[in-house]
């Protein structure tokens, strides 16, 4: 009866979805939703890895509606594929998480909660697994409405019920754009196929095919949350539950880069002029460098920290549109094709890196909020003492967003900017951008601190303030994915040929594995190249760290405690105390406009 194992996985979810609604209590909802979410992942892993090995499509009919001249087929290549592990992953980590973050939930009901997630994954394993526009979007509006529900969880908050309303508004009209192209199309050709509709869309004229390629992108780039198109995202994470936020984040937003590459990279690339080309990779380069740019120094003043890692996202996808951009931009120029390949290759690993360490930061967001009951980070602190584990795996997510070494943020980061610069020298509003972009990592840094060290150091405001522990299950997933950033960052190449065959590229042209796991990239296009040794550098920090206590021991100095000094006032400390609002005030002064 089945052919696959994606359409078993499907059927899981959608089981599961109803299976997991049944139950009264939270904590048996949950692991019966986790179990279901966990089956599905490994079926999906099974089809996934089996693409990817052998490089070809997975083609398994399911049904025919002969009155669409459309079919529902699993029809999974190798770029589905790579987006199939990464949502299905995410999304059972979330899962085993929201057990214990959504097991003292005393105003609702299981269903509200467990039913829409497994319809919501169920809709993100359809998105990436067929091949036909009418399908894809009955499955996108899965999604999309399943990641609704979610995100009005809380439906008598007056503010989540404006942050829901608002996030169904932008995403519903920007998804019509979809529709509109597909039955435009569909028109030409009969067909909802999407090689039947890319050959009629290469042969309408300029207008139409820049116009149907403009409704693609608003409703891609708004589904990524790019910068202004992704308004939504700042709303709705802090209206969400924080398992939910992990996989909008980690997984549902990555879709929307999923489709600027499906439409622009595979479908259209050979159906679009050198000039089409590298107006569109310079349109969605410069979309991807402001989000990136605004994204940052707008973090850098939220005081919520679900609202700033939201921003965070904003930026973090606005450097895989920035290296897409790239890309597309130079993808028919034979010469620099190397550079838009290396490109390419950054913008996959940045969005394993960021699926990864986004889900972990917004899994440790709502670890502190379950802690504290609060999200706001002048009124939280010093909880490494009462989450010791997650706190050690907050600062690896922190460090990894940062884009520091040795991280698997650092990684991507190092080869979407060497690609950025190596495209500077063929075009130079490239080069501009990168300069933007590292700047905007700069501003990263900055708000990925203020979260860690209000968080996890500070003195709490208040003498009542009573942390809890966390649960098992929410602490797991934590754990695990920094184990993750850090085996990514420590061993990159692993990953980069993962993402190298989602790609089917070349990869050995693009780069060279060195004697220790090094990774150096090859002089593209000009004599430029880059060279990463994390494993070298990281122990160079061991050696001098150590060399370093050993001379600190050798001095035997003697360690003093006394009070701080006031300039001759008496204040009590927490008077005078460092809070999380008084960070960068002077720089969030200057770019308090950016984003009103």
């Known amino acids: ?89 995410v999304t059972f980590l979330a899962a085993i998480y929201s057990i214990g973050y959504m097991s003292e939930e005393k105003t609702e009901k299981p269903f509200r909660f467990y039913t829409p997630l497994l319809l919501f994954a169920a809709g993100m394993v359809g998105v990436v697994s067929v091949q036909d526009w009418l ?40 998804s019509v754009g979809l529709l509109v192209a597909a039955i435009v199309l569909w028109h030409k050709t009969g067909s909802f196929s999407f090689g039947d509709q890319a050959a009629a869309l290469k042969n309408s004229t300029l207008l139409l095919r820049n116009t149907l390629l403009a409704l693609y992108f608003l409703a891609f780039a708004t589904k990524a949350g790019i910068f202004p198109l992704g308004d939504w995202l700042p709303d709705a994470h802090p209206a969400a539950p924080s398992g939910v936020s992990a996989i909008l984040s980690g997984a549902m937003i990555k879709l929307g880069a999923y489709g600027i590459l499906r439409v622009f990279w595979q479908l259209m690339s050979d159906g679009l002029t050198r000039t089409e080309l590298l107006t569109w990779g310079v349109i969605i380069a410069a979309f991807g460098t402001v989000s990136a740019f605004v994204g940052g120094v707008t973090a850098m003043r939220e005081n919520d920290f679900k609202r700033q890692l939201a921003f965070s996202s904003i930026g973090q996808t606005g450097y895989i549109f920035l290296a897409l951009g790239i890309g597309i931009a130079l993808l028919k120029s034979h010469r620099f094709e190397p550079i838009a390949l290396l490109a390419m290759l950054g913008a996959g690993f940045h969005m394993l890196n960021d699926a990864v360490y986004k889900s972990l930061l917004f899994m440790n967001a709502g670890s502190v909020l379950y802690s504290t009951g609060t999200s706001d980070l002048r009124k939280v602190g010093g909880l490494f ?43 130079s509003p490239f080069l501009v951008m990168a300069v933007i972009a590292f700047f905007a990592s700069l501003s990263t840094f900055a708000y990925s601190l203020k979260f860690f060290y209000g968080s996890a150091f500070l003195e709490p405001p208040s003498e009542e303030y009573e942390p809890r522990r966390l649960p098992l299950t929410m602490s797991f997933s934590q754990v695990l994915l920094a184990v993750i950033c850090i085996a990514i960052g420590l061993v990159p190449v692993l990953a980069v040929d993962s993402v190298a065959s989602v790609f089917q590229m070349p990869r050995h042209a693009l780069y060279r594995v060195g004697a220790f796991g090094e990774l150096a990239t090859n002089p593209v296009a000009h004599p430029l190249s880059a060279v ?34 006031h300039c001759g006032e008496e204040h009590p400390e927490k008077e005078v105390r460092f809070r999380a609002q008084d960070f960068y005030a002077p720089f969030n002064e200057i770019f308090a406009k950016v984003y009103p």
């Open 385 to 427: 003492a009462v989450m010791p584990g997650v706190a050690i795996a907050a600062f690896v997510g922190v460090l990894s967003l940062s884009g520091l070494p040795p991280t698997n943020g650092f990684a991507s980061k190092w080869v979407i900017y060497q690609s950025a610069v190596s495209a500077g020298l063929v075009f």
């Open 1 to 89: 009866m089945f052919q696959s194992n994606v359409e078993i996985a499907f059927l899981a979810l959608v089981v599961g979805a109803i299976i997991a609604g049944i139950p009264r209590s939270w904590r048996t909802a949950g692991w019966l939703a986790a179990i279901f979410v966990g089956a599905a992942a490994v079926l999906c892993w099974l089809d996934a890895v089996d693409v990817l090995a052998g490089g070809k499509t997975l083609h398994s009919l399911v049904l025919n509606i002969p009155f669409f001249a459309a079919s529902l087929a699993v029809d999974l290549d190798p770029l589905g594929a790579g987006f199939l592990i990464l949502m299905i992953t």
């Open 532 to 565: 990463w040794n994390p494993v070298g550098l990281a122990l160079a920090l061991i050696v001098c760290f150590a060399l370093a206590e050993w001379v600190r021991g050798l001095g035997k100095a003697k360690v003093r405690a006394v009070p701080n000094w």
């Open 135 to 174: 399908m894809f979007f009955v499955f996108w509006e899965l999604m999309t409405l399943a990641s609704y529900l979610l995100v009005v969880f809380k439906k008598e908050d007056p503010i989540v019920q404006r942050a829901s309303l608002k996030y169904f508004i932008m995403t519903h009209v920007a």
